[in-house]
């Protein structure tokens, strides 16, 4: 089964960090483009960042730009996202998604096929 | 960054009728090159992650049933589910995959008249 699990989510106090995980299983994972959506609570999708394949790639919404880092692990099948200098606004519930592909090529830009369940941040003293 | 607004932001559809959700973005979101349209629709039950259903603007997901359809081009696209059913309670979004950062609209909540 295709799957995705994120970890890492809770509690943490202005200025402050965590590291989110998200363990995927069921597929190539070497293969995959991956992404992290994050959804304030009662508000929208938004878009947080991207990372390639091998993880020499990545890009990263202007709200977390030079924030957060997402990386891989690709002989773990992990992704990693290290969120520094936390703010109440990055309150939200954290995805992580893949990117699409085909059976015969993966995409640069391609929609969101499989979605972790979303781990919960709250930034609040 | 390429803008995405939905509309209506709420709709009501009796069960079996047909429900029609718009998206539009502030650029095209054609890519010539490939000749693929980078137009994505989510949907998402309370309390669920996002699942999705239609990309490149109209080629539905393995899974989704055929009620759900996509079309549109450019800059004006729209989802269309034809026959509403209990299960189809949820919010829509569209997202563009064309640049970075990619876009959500903000939502179209579904509902049963």
């Known amino acids: 089964e295709v799957q995705l699990v994120e970890s890492g989510g809770g509690l943490v106090q202005p200025g402050g960090s965590l590291r989110l995980s998200c363990a995927a299983s069921g597929f190539t994972f070497s293969s995959y483009w991956m992404h992290w959506v994050r959804q304030a609570p009662g508000k929208g999708l938004v878009w947080v960042s991207r990372?390639?394949?091998?993880?020499?790639?990545?890009a990263y919404a202007d709200s977390v730009k030079g924030r957060f880092t997402f990386s891989r692990d690709n002989a773990k099948n992990t992704l990693y996202l290290q969120m520094n200098s936390l703010r109440a606004e990055d309150t939200a519930v954290y995805f992580c998604?893949?990117?699409?592909?085909?059976?015969?090529?993966?995409?640069?830009?391609?929609?969101?096929?499989?979605w972790g369940q979303g781990t919960m941040v709250t930034v609040s003293s | 960054d390429i803008v995405m607004t939905q509309s209506p932001d709420s709709l009501a559809v009796s069960l079996g009728e047909r429900a029609t959700i718009n998206c539009k973005s502030s650029q095209s979101v054609f890519y010539s090159s490939y000749n693929k349209t980078y137009l994505a629709w989510y949907q998402q039950r309370p309390g669920q992650p996002p699942n999705l259903l239609i990309y490149w603007a109209s080629t539905r997901e393995s899974g989704v049933p055929d009620r759900f359809s996509g079309s549109g081009s450019v800059t004006d696209f729209t989802l269309t589910i034809s026959s509403l059913q209990a299960e189809d309670v949820a919010i829509y979004y569209c997202?563009?995959?064309?640049?970075?950062?990619?876009?959500f609209g903000q939502g179209t909540k579904l509902e049963i008249k």
């Open positions: 998604a893949r990117g699409y592909c085909t059976t015969a090529s993966c995409y640069t830009s391609s929609a969101f096929d499989v």
């Open positions: 990372i390639d394949h091998d993880g020499d790639s990545t």
């Open positions: 997202q563009q995959y064309y640049s970075i950062p990619y876009t």
